[in-house]
């Protein structure tokens, strides 16, 4: 669940890019220009409505969920793990890529060591 969660953060990272350089009438996905600035772009995008959140609805009608579907991944899951405060929408912290990078937690294996070590 984690990683399933780290890969859609990078996806919403992904689309975030392209969604920023799509309105300012540059290349898509080239990661140019101030992250914040693309966050709030990508956020103002989703947010159809203006309300200052993003619902369910926004978010599973966004590119990115539509891909998610595509590839037999549940966006819905991922909107569910992103609604900290279960609201039902989707705030611009809750939307925003988490910092720190990886989490703490315990791990599923021993990774992918020689198996004829043994």
Same mark, same amino acid.
């Given at each position: 669940?984690? +990683?399933?969660?780290?890969?859609?953060?990078?996806?919403?990272?992904?689309?975030?890019?392209?969604?920023?350089?799509?309105?300012?009438?540059?290349? +898509?996905?080239?990661?140019?220009?101030?992250?914040?600035?693309?966050?709030?772009?990508?956020?103002?995008?989703?947010?159809?409505?203006?309300?200052?959140?993003?619902?369910? /609805? =926004?978010?599973?009608?966004?590119? #990115?969920?539509?891909? #998610?579907? %595509?590839?037999?991944? $549940?966006?819905?899951?991922?909107?569910?793990?992103?609604? +900290?405060?279960?609201?039902?929408?989707?705030?611009? /912290? =809750?939307?925003?890529?988490?910092?720190?990078?990886?989490?703490?937690?315990?791990?599923?294996?021993?990774? +992918?060591? $020689?198996?004829?070590? %043994?």
């Amino acid at each position: 669940m984690k +990683k399933f969660v780290t890969v859609a953060v990078a996806c919403i990272a992904a689309l975030s890019i392209g969604l920023a350089e799509d309105e300012k009438g540059k290349g +898509k996905g080239k990661g140019k220009g101030d992250p914040a600035a693309r966050a709030a772009a990508m956020f103002k995008k989703l947010d159809a409505d203006g309300s200052g959140a993003v619902s369910k /609805e =926004e978010f599973l009608a966004s590119p #990115m969920a539509k891909k #998610m579907t %595509e590839n037999g991944k $549940d966006p819905g899951k991922l909107f569910g793990a992103r609604d +900290k405060d279960g609201s039902g929408d989707l705030s611009a /912290e =809750e939307l925003a890529p988490r910092k720190g990078g990886k989490g703490k937690g315990k791990g599923k294996g021993k990774g +992918k060591g $020689d198996k004829d070590a %043994e």
